[in-house]
């Protein structure tokens, strides 16, 4: 395939369709703006015909489009009547690139038990719905037209097919194929989908439309593509009927790894996901690719070995992207469980500002693996507590406990392990990364600041987020080194940076 995939999403229409409480007019236009941001060649904006609310709110995304001079297809979904279709044009027509997606069952099932219509007949009202559409839009706007239960025409196959290019030379420029319920394996699909690509003009647009049932609508999407479909169908966060429509977000991270070009700011994604579950109400779950909480999480000892090991390489050991791609900025999380080995120890230890080396991250591991036999996974503070407890008879390092701030006396009072030796030092300064200075030079170590920043960990890194992050440079003879620390109290945090580039100078 050379031709880029045109993504079409239906999140305001088939996914809206599909939630607790559809987006009003003013929610469908925070949703719109986003589809905007993330830069899909196609939306969906809703089913006119359905209610006053989504006509309003259709019309009211058309003239936004318009307003910006913004070159998307807007589409509005009507049935294959008269009246849906009248309406539907009456919502979209003002848009730059209007366009009207006519549907009409063709499956056998559909066709005898929901329409209770002959075959022929069937294939007379599609013709002559789509015909009236292109009477309506005229060189202005385009008609896509769905056979729906396309995925069920199986048996039927030859009658759909003849249907279809009839519609074509009624008027349809764009062929929509419908899963619209995903009963047995793509390739079934797939082979249907490259029969109808072969057999209609190449000015035709194929386009897919895949639902989840059986969680194979990605991959059904994405072969597609191969087989000649261009218009890939897609909902924001796989939302739709049932279980969902085709996640966008899978078949455009799929395409991009098989090489496939296209106009999609895939940057945007991870931020559409959390922003699109929180509109939606619908939550991420945990294990959702690309987007979930937990994707990029390693437990196992092997794993984490291999994802330490490939941590700044774009294709990682353990990780199907670079998650920068779209937008999420953590790539391996290493927690601690009892399935988990030395290296998990070492990150998470040097993550802290503790640059513990391998042999010592390997003596912790099985303390730390029986007690999370015990307790489960263990969050930093515990393996850091546990760290404490078990080295600090560790040689040639300063291991930082507490500093007690004395109110209204510029006094600090240092607890800490030196050389395996517990000692508390009381140190007058400004403030406390200054006392810290001043202890460093007291107990033999002395450290020169270069410079110091202060943030805050992002929401999209699950483990540290919201927390403090503190980073400093300090010197001492010529070399230079970064300290870094993490904690939810930034006084603490900015200790443990200054700790951390201590030991990592002497260390
Ligand atoms: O799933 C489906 O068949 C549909 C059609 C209306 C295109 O959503
Ligand atoms: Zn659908």
Not at 275 to 293: H, Q, R
Not at 369 to 374: A, G
Request: a negative charge.
């Amino acid at each position: 395939m050379t031709v880029k995939p045109f993504f079409y999403d239906i999140t305001l229409r088939d996914a809206n369709q599909a939630l607790a409480t559809p987006w009003n007019k003013e929610q469908k236009e925070v949703v719109f703006k986003q589809l905007l941001k993330l830069g899909v060649q196609g939306i969906e904006v809703g089913f006119p015909a359905a209610s006053e609310m989504d006509f309003e709110s259709c019309r009211n995304l058309a003239e936004l489009a318009n307003k910006l001079g913004s070159q998307v297809v807007i589409s509005a979904l009507a049935r294959a009547k008269d009246s849906d279709i009248k309406k539907a044009w009456q919502a979209v027509k003002v848009a730059p690139k209007p366009r009207i997606h006519v549907f009409l069952a063709m499956s056998p099932l559909s066709m005898k038990h929901v329409l209770q219509m002959e075959p022929m007949a069937v294939r007379t009202q599609a013709v002559e719905a789509v015909a009236f559409a292109k009477s309506l839009v005229g060189e202005k706007g385009n008609i896509e037209f769905s056979p729906e239960h396309f995925g069920d025409c199986v048996e039927n196959f030859d009658f759909v097919l003849e249907s279809l290019k009839q519609i074509v030379e009624a008027g349809a420029t764009t062929i929509n194929l419908p899963n619209t319920v995903e009963r047995y394996r793509p390739m079934i699909y797939v082979d249907m989908v490259r029969k109808v690509a072969e057999a209609l003009p190449k000015n035709i647009t194929v386009s897919v439309h895949c639902h989840n049932d059986l969680g194979m609508a990605t991959a059904a999407t994405v072969e597609s593509y191969f087989a000649g479909a261009s218009q890939m169908e897609c909902a924001l966060n796989g939302l739709g009927e049932r279980s969902g429509n085709t996640n966008m977000y899978e078949v455009a991270v799929a395409l991009h790894n098989s090489g496939v070009e296209m106009d999609l700011n895939l940057g945007e994604i991870y931020e559409t996901a959390i922003l699109t579950s929180k509109w939606a109400k619908v939550p991420i779950y945990a294990k959702a690719p690309l987007i979930g909480i937990e994707v990029v999480s390693h437990r196992s000892g092997i794993h984490q070995d291999g994802a330490s090991k490939t941590k700044n390489m774009k294709k990682g050991a353990y990780r199907p992207i670079d998650y920068s791609l779209i937008g999420r900025h953590e790539n391996d999380v290493l927690t601690f469980t009892s399935q988990s080995g030395k290296t998990a120890v070492y990150e998470i230890l040097n993550h802290n500002g503790y640059p513990v080396e391998l042999d010592e991250a390997t003596e912790l591991q099985p303390i730390l693996k029986e007690i999370s036999e015990r307790e489960g996974e263990l969050p930093d503070s515990r393996i850091l507590e546990v760290f404490r407890e078990k080295c600090c008879n560790l040689n040639g390092r300063v291991i930082f406990h507490t500093i007690d701030v004395i109110p209204g006396e510029n006094r600090f009072v240092f607890k800490f392990h030196k050389d395996g030796v517990h000692c508390e030092e009381s140190i007058s300064a400004e403030g406390p990364i200054e006392a810290a200075l001043l202890l460093s030079r007291k107990i033999g170590l002395p450290v020169e600041l270069n410079s110091y920043n202060q943030s805050v960990v992002s929401d999209a890194d699950k483990l540290w987020a919201g927390r403090a992050l503190s980073e400093i440079s300090l010197s001492v003879n010529g070399k230079t080194v970064i300290g870094r620390g993490v904690s939810s109290d930034t006084l603490v945090a900015n200790m443990r940076a200054v700790f951390g580039g201590i030991n990592k100078l002497y260390g």
